[in-house]
């Protein structure tokens, strides 16, 4: 009899929506018994998918059903994270400062919840008596309306200080009474006899990677650490994402004497995640069956079949129990469709192969708006290699501004122009497509948060395709071996969909407009401003004009300073095809403020055959208007007496057009000025009668 048709058959890949199958299939690791029958570990530190959140979710329920422990379980919301480091400000210079102040505050915040709970208590509720001290500050807590982290930010309100930091973090263990309440705190457990666990995850909400983020994190596995030694009555946990573990021990000068010796990594092997795909198996196919390989082997067929099989499978993963969870779910998916019992090794690729895909069309949809080129980018990785050397992949990149051409959008052209190879490179790693080889550990690190390198790319440094996107560019390998998979280290924080892209573009027009400036005006500066208009001339007519080059004619007499052909691709420069004949585009460069009637002669004797009736004459004018007097009467004489329209085109104005190119949506508000431009030519400046005056 064949299964019925369930796309999540062996469960939820997220532990938050998976509850009903870790109850029933849950697998105690090691890591699990070593957390529930030694105090050691205080903090357990996981990549993306390596089950930290069903640690966490079986641990509460594992010490709720022992009546001398009370859990309380901390899990903040990204808000609540945000408004946190609000106060936090005044320290974003000094990770010492906010380390020093939060250590205080999280010690604070967690003595005052079993207080607060002891207090509720009718057991226990004696024992706060007749401690004004304790008492006092316990009122105070309670007038706080909202969660632990809430309470927290209120008490850190009245004591953190703008404009006196370093004082008031050296006067917040006197205004807490910190001391006296730790050891009162600690004294009424011990009368008690009862144990409080303190369950911390999703501390990764609202996580930024600064001084202020990591300050916060570190300062609560300080103050977690602090109380878990000093009585054997409190046991905080707390669950770390590997990225910001690393962050940690990176920023921390004390990190290998304080916390190093406190850390479980959560790490799974073959064996381990056999076990679980047969739990799971059993409980979702009814298998009456105990030894996982026999289970594994009753729902498998053909090449899956044994160990070999299973590892096959785990080929497509990077040994983490989510992957593995897809990646079944979706096989078995399959083979019910085909109204197969069993999975063989064409749902396996099949279930690889639409994973991959899928995950490829995720990423394009996610970044599309705020990084137009990625499509195009991305595949020209496709059916190459996974593994590469920056220059191999800059030599990729640079294949897409020579081939691409005129078939790209607008947005696309002006994306690959102003980001080039180089700023490509940094925005597929900003978004987790590329990741870079550690030269100390050679593991392969891959950022998912949207973050610029720490450091450059080197010609000859290592550069990985992350393995889910492998299946779906048809690259040369299809899978990892189980040693390789240990090399992948995943950053991320929760979803946040920003990209390095933005940040870039911006440095880039920055710098162009920046660089106008210094640029002295007359002959001494004129190589340099002609070279800065073309320039400025590529970014922002990426998408209108194709072969825009200096001097194309060479030593011809008619010698053109930049040309670039027009392609028609807006309706500004169809407009200057239909009513100007313009197909080659002249704009003639002069490095000084006010041209004059040899300059105006000059860029109308060039105005003939392809290059039309019209041109621009760029200038280092700070206006594109024209003036009533010279400017407006040699406009006039050129085209009343020449049938030719030239353009008064400033570099100032083509700042301007620059600074609209910040925002990838704006692509088409350069067509918009250019028509408004016109415009006014036409409607005013060739319709007014000379301004000279008559003698």
Same mark, same amino acid.
């Given at each position: !009899?064949?299964?019925?048709?369930?796309?999540?058959?062996?469960?939820?890949?997220?532990?938050?929506?998976?509850?009903? !199958?870790?109850?029933?299939?849950?697998?105690?690791?090691?890591?699990?018994?070593?957390?529930?029958?030694?105090?050691?570990?205080?903090?357990?530190?996981?990549?993306?998918?390596?089950?930290?959140?069903?640690? $966490? $979710?079986?641990?509460?329920?594992?010490?709720?059903?022992?009546?001398?422990?009370?859990?309380?379980?901390?899990?903040?919301?990204?808000?609540?994270?945000?408004?946190?480091?609000?106060?936090?400000?005044?320290?974003?210079?000094?990770?010492?400062?906010?380390?020093?102040?939060?250590?205080?505050?999280?010690?604070?915040?967690?003595?005052?919840?079993?207080?607060?709970?002891?207090?509720?208590?009718?057991?226990?509720?004696? &024992?706060?008596?007749?401690?004004?001290?304790?008492?006092?500050?316990?009122?105070?807590?309670?007038?706080?309306?909202?969660?632990?982290?809430?309470?927290?930010?209120?008490?850190?309100?009245?004591?953190?200080?703008? +404009?006196?930091?370093?004082?008031?973090?050296?006067?917040?263990?006197?205004?807490?009474?910190?001391?006296?309440?730790?050891?009162?705190?600690? @004294?009424?457990?011990?009368?008690?006899?009862?144990?409080?666990?303190?369950?911390?995850?999703?501390?990764?909400?609202?996580?930024?990677?600064?001084?202020?983020?990591?300050?916060?994190?570190?300062?609560?596995?300080?103050?977690?650490?602090?109380?878990?030694?000093?009585?054997?009555?409190?046991?905080?946990?707390?669950?770390?994402?590997?990225?910001?573990?690393?962050?940690?021990?990176?920023?921390?000068?004390?990190? =290998?004497?304080?916390?190093?010796?406190?850390?479980? #990594?959560?790490?799974?092997?073959?064996?381990?995640?056999?076990?679980?795909?047969?739990?799971?198996?059993?409980?979702?196919?009814?298998?009456?069956?105990?030894?996982?390989?026999?289970?594994?082997?009753?729902?498998?067929?053909?090449?899956?079949?044994? #160990?070999?099989?299973?590892?096959?499978?785990?080929?497509?993963?990077?040994?983490?129990?989510?992957?593995?969870?897809?990646?079944?779910?979706?096989?078995? *998916?399959?083979?019910?469709?085909?109204?197969?019992?069993?999975?063989?090794?064409?749902?396996?690729?099949? /279930?690889?192969? @639409?994973?991959?895909?899928?995950?490829?069309?995720?990423?394009?949809?996610? $970044?599309?708006?705020?990084?137009?080129?990625?499509?195009?980018?991305?595949?020209?990785?496709?059916?190459?290699?996974?593994?590469?050397?920056?220059?191999?992949?800059?030599?990729? &990149?640079?294949?897409? *501004?020579?081939?691409?051409?005129?078939?790209?959008?607008?947005?696309?052209?002006?994306?690959?122009?102003?980001?080039?190879?180089?700023?490509?490179?940094?925005?597929?790693?900003?978004?987790?497509?590329?990741?870079?080889?550690?030269?100390?550990?050679?593991?392969?690190?891959?950022?998912?948060?949207?973050?610029?390198?720490?450091?450059?790319?080197?010609?000859?440094?290592?550069?990985?395709?992350?393995?889910?996107?492998?299946?779906?560019?048809?690259?040369?390998?299809?899978?990892?071996?189980?040693?390789?998979?240990?090399?992948?280290?995943?950053?991320?924080?929760?979803?946040?969909?920003?990209?390095?892209?933005?940040?870039?573009?911006?440095?880039?027009?920055?710098?162009?407009?920046?660089?106008?400036?210094?640029?002295? +005006?007359?002959?001494?500066?004129?190589?340099?401003?002609? %070279?800065?208009?073309?320039?400025?001339?590529?970014?922002?007519? /990426?998408?209108?004009?194709?072969?825009?080059?200096?001097?194309?004619?060479?030593?011809?007499? %008619?010698?053109?300073?930049?040309?670039?052909?027009?392609?028609?691709?807006?309706?500004?420069?169809?407009?200057?095809?239909?009513?100007?004949?313009? #197909?080659?585009?002249?704009?003639?460069?002069?490095? *000084?403020?006010?041209?004059?009637?040899?300059? $105006?002669?000059?860029?109308?004797?060039? &105005?003939?055959?392809?290059?039309?009736?019209?041109? *621009?004459?760029?200038?280092?004018? =700070?206006?594109?208007?024209?003036?009533?007097?010279?400017?407006?009467?040699?406009?006039?004489?050129?085209?009343?007496?020449?049938?030719?329209?030239?353009?008064?085109?400033?570099?100032?104005?083509?700042?301007?057009?620059?600074?609209?190119?910040? @925002?990838?949506?704006?692509?088409?508000?350069?067509?918009?000025?250019?028509?408004?431009?016109?415009?006014?030519?036409?409607?005013?400046?060739?319709?007014?009668?000379?301004?000279?005056?008559?003698?």
């Amino acid at each position: !009899m064949t299964r019925s048709l369930r796309p999540n058959a062996l469960g939820d890949i997220t532990a938050e929506n998976d509850h009903r !199958m870790l109850g029933s299939a849950f697998v105690p690791t090691a890591d699990f018994r070593t957390l529930i029958e030694s105090d050691d570990r205080t903090v357990v530190v996981g990549r993306r998918g390596t089950g930290k959140s069903a640690l $966490y $979710y079986q641990l509460q329920k594992h010490w709720a059903s022992d009546r001398k422990v009370v859990v309380l379980s901390f899990s903040p919301e990204d808000a609540e994270i945000i408004g946190f480091r609000s106060l936090l400000k005044p320290f974003s210079s000094s990770f010492n400062l906010a380390r020093a102040s939060t250590r205080l505050l999280w010690r604070y915040a967690m003595l005052m919840e079993i207080s607060s709970n002891i207090a509720g208590n009718y057991k226990l509720c004696h &024992l706060l008596t007749n401690d004004e001290i304790l008492d006092k500050h316990l009122k105070k807590w309670k007038l706080i309306s909202g969660n632990f982290l809430t309470k927290c930010r209120a008490t850190a309100k009245a004591y953190l200080s703008s +404009t006196f930091p370093e004082e008031a973090v050296g006067d917040l263990p006197g205004n807490l009474d910190l001391n006296h309440i730790e050891a009162k705190v600690v @004294s009424i457990l011990e009368q008690a006899d009862k144990r409080f666990v303190i369950l911390m995850d999703r501390l990764d909400e609202g996580y930024e990677p600064d001084l202020i983020g990591i300050g916060i994190i570190t300062g609560l596995v300080y103050a977690s650490i602090e109380l878990n030694k000093r009585s054997d009555k409190i046991r905080p946990v707390i669950f770390l994402r590997d990225n910001i573990y690393r962050a940690l021990a990176k920023e921390d000068p004390d990190y =290998s004497r304080n916390v190093e010796g406190q850390v479980m #990594r959560l790490h799974w092997d073959w064996a381990q995640l056999l076990q679980l795909a047969a739990a799971r198996m059993k409980t979702a196919f009814n298998v009456d069956l105990e030894k996982d390989q026999r289970i594994w082997d009753r729902c498998t067929a053909g090449e899956l079949q044994g #160990r070999d099989g299973f590892k096959k499978c785990l080929q497509f993963t990077l040994y983490r129990p989510r992957d593995l969870l897809s990646l079944l779910n979706e096989a078995f *998916f399959c083979a019910s469709r085909e109204s197969r019992d069993t999975a063989v090794i064409s749902d396996l690729d099949f /279930a690889a192969k @639409s994973i991959s895909v899928a995950r490829l069309e995720d990423l394009f949809k996610e $970044y599309q708006r705020i990084f137009p080129s990625i499509q195009v980018v991305v595949n020209v990785f496709s059916d190459g290699e996974p593994e590469m050397s920056v220059a191999a992949a800059l030599v990729l &990149l640079d294949r897409v *501004f020579k081939e691409g051409g005129e078939v790209l959008s607008p947005a696309i052209q002006q994306d690959l122009i102003l980001l080039r190879p180089s700023g490509i490179l940094q925005a597929l790693y900003s978004i987790g497509f590329l990741g870079t080889q550690d030269d100390t550990t050679s593991t392969f690190t891959f950022c998912h948060d949207g973050r610029t390198p720490d450091k450059g790319f080197q010609d000859d440094g290592k550069l990985l395709i992350h393995p889910c996107y492998w299946l779906g560019l048809n690259l040369s390998r299809n899978a990892l071996k189980p040693e390789e998979a240990e090399d992948i280290n995943d950053e991320y924080t929760e979803i946040k969909v920003q990209s390095a892209t933005p940040e870039i573009r911006n440095a880039k027009i920055g710098q162009m407009i920046s660089q106008l400036e210094k640029i002295s +005006t007359g002959r001494e500066g004129e190589n340099e401003f002609e %070279q800065w208009c073309l320039d400025a001339l590529r970014i922002v007519f /990426a998408s209108h004009l194709a072969n825009i080059e200096k001097h194309p004619n060479g030593a011809a007499v %008619q010698r053109r300073d930049i040309v670039g052909r027009n392609t028609e691709q807006s309706d500004f420069w169809k407009r200057l095809r239909a009513d100007y004949q313009v #197909r080659q585009v002249i704009f003639e460069v002069k490095n *000084f403020t006010e041209p004059g009637p040899n300059e $105006y002669r000059q860029l109308q004797s060039y &105005l003939t055959n392809l290059y039309g009736n019209l041109g *621009f004459l760029v200038t280092r004018d =700070s206006d594109e208007n024209l003036r009533g007097g010279k400017d407006l009467d040699w406009v006039k004489e050129m085209y009343f007496l020449h049938q030719v329209v030239i353009v008064k085109f400033p570099a100032k104005y083509l700042c301007k057009l620059l600074q609209k190119l910040r @925002s990838v949506e704006k692509h088409d508000a350069i067509d918009r000025q250019l028509n408004s431009l016109l415009d006014s030519y036409e409607r005013n400046y060739l319709g007014i009668k000379s301004t000279r005056r008559k003698n």
